[in-house]
């Protein structure tokens, strides 16, 4: 069985001031139940633009937004979530990512990884959260 991808694209549209030709796509269901997630940004999925500048709770909020969509492209939803990795730039940042990623996923329980990074592939990403989840039978 081929795992389906759903949302492809490559690089050279996506980041167009860098030099890179990366085909990729934002989520993988393999075998049929497993749900893999490239990282959400503050990126409107639909134009690539970049939203809430600035606003790290606005670019969770958009973050988690996109998971809930792409896991409903993919036949599952943010109950069926398993792991959620949450990176950030600064470690002031975290309870107000870690507040909006809370209201999402109200008693999921989903296990939890938080990591604070030096920066992102582009200066204006505060935050990028990503998840694995299962389509349930």
Not at 11 to 31: G, I
Not at 42 to 55: A, F, H, K, P, R
Request: hydrophobic share 40%; net charge negative; with cysteine.
């Amino acid at each position: 069985m081929a795992h389906t991808r759903i949302r492809k694209f490559n690089t050279k549209e996506t980041y167009p001031e860098q030099n890179l030709d990366n085909d990729l796509c934002q989520a993988v269901v393999a075998r049929g139940t497993l749900v893999f997630l490239r990282g959400q940004i503050g990126q409107n999925l639909d134009t690539s633009e970049c939203v809430c500048i600035g606003d790290v709770e606005g670019q969770a909020e958009q973050a988690m937004k996109n998971i809930d969509m792409l896991l409903k492209e993919a036949g599952s939803q943010l109950a069926h979530i398993t792991k959620v990795t949450v990176y950030i730039s600064d470690p002031r940042y975290r309870e107000a990512v870690y507040r909006v990623m809370g209201r999402w996923l109200k008693g999921v329980f989903p296990v939890s990884t938080g990591i604070v990074v030096s920066a992102f592939a582009r200066t204006e990403y505060l935050v990028e959260i990503d998840a694995t989840a299962v389509i349930p039978d």
